[in-house]
């Protein structure tokens, strides 16, 4: 099974989180599981985002199922 976030990826996610410093030296242990949990919603949230412009610029129509 390959990797759904590159490293990088979740890194600037947790910069732009405002969590970033904990894990600059690549150790995840001291980041919570509310910052993880954050880090999963705006990871989906940017995720719908990417796949609704590309929806859009292909012509189709994107409905989000709630």
Same mark, same amino acid.
């Given at each position: 099974? %390959? ?6 990826? =979740?890194? =600037? ?6 969590? %970033?410093? &904990? ?14 949990g954050?880090m ?6 940017? %995720? ?7 929806? &859009?610029a292909? %012509? ?5 199922? &709630?």
């Open positions: 099974m %390959g990797k759904v976030m590159s490293e990088e990826s =979740k890194y =600037k996610l947790a910069h732009d989180l405002g969590f %970033g410093e &904990k894990v600059e030296d690549h150790d995840w242990s001291d980041v919570t599981t509310g910052e993880v954050s999963v919603r705006e990871a989906i949230k940017r %995720g719908e985002q990417v796949m609704a412009e590309e929806a &859009k292909n %012509g189709e129509i994107h409905q989000n199922a &709630k």
